[in-house]
Structures are given as structure tokens and as C-alpha cells.
């Protein structure tokens, strides 16, 4: 099982960004919930936003509610997030995250994590 995260790089405050992460070895489609968690130096991994295995519902961090949007595309087997607004204080890695029971926020439930792709918002 793969989750290939992609799509960071280096952006300005209020820019936007789209980030994807692509799974091999498991089908998002046998009720996944997937999510984003970043990271910074120095702090912990913090939850950003999740997605239950059908769209139906997201959930989103009170940091990056209104300005990121979590979704998926289980026929392409791909997770995105789209980051607008983007603040200095976003910058970290970001890492996707599947898991396969349960649905939280919490990263214990998650199974499967990408290695992380790196956001750094600086003017």
C-alpha cells in the first residue's frame, strides 16, 4: 500500500495551492476515510481535515475551516486538498492519511500515511 502525496512547494500569504495524493495497493472505494494531517517543526502533527468514504461529510480544523476544501475522487483513487489563503503559519508538511475502520480526527485510527509533501508560505 502507497499513498503518494504531491503538489507543495514554495507560494506567497494568500496564495493557493492544491495538493494530491494518490493510493496504490488499496481502492479509496472499499470505505476508506481519508484525511490531511501538516506538520511543523518543532510541533506536533495536528489534524488539518477528513473526508468520509463517500464525500458525504467533511470535517476541517478551526484553523484552515473556510479557506481549505478536502475531496476525493474514488475513481481515480486520489485525495486533494485545496489550500487558499494561504497564511505563513500553514507552512509544514503535509501529510494524507487512510484509514480502514473508524472515522476521526484523531491520527490513531489512520493505517496508511504518505510521506509528506512540504508547504512553506513566505513572502
Known amino acids: 500500500v502507497q499513498l503518494q502525496a504531491s503538489g507543495g512547494g514554495l507560494v506567497q500569504p494568500g496564495d493557493s495551492l492544491r495538493l494530491s495524493c494518490e493510493a496504490s495497493?488499496?481502492?479509496?472505494?472499499?470505505?476508506?476515510?481519508i484525511a490531511w494531517f501538516r506538520q511543523s517543526p518543532g510541533k506536533e502533527r495536528e489534524f488539518v481535515a477528513r473526508i468520509i468514504w463517500n464525500g458525504g461529510s467533511t470535517y476541517y480544523a478551526d484553523s484552515v475551516k473556510g479557506r481549505f476544501t478536502i475531496s476525493r475522487d474514488n475513481a481515480k483513487n486520489t485525495m486533494y486538498l485545496q489550500m487558499s489563503s494561504l497564511k505563513p503559519e500553514d507552512t509544514a508538511v503535509y501529510y494524507c492519511a487512510a484509514a480502514d475502520g473508524g472515522s476521526s480526527s484523531s491520527f490513531s485510527i489512520y493505517n496508511y500515511w504518505g510521506r509528506g509533501t512540504l508547504v512553506t508560505v513566505s513572502s
Open positions: 495497493g488499496l481502492s479509496l472505494d472499499d470505505r476508506y476515510e
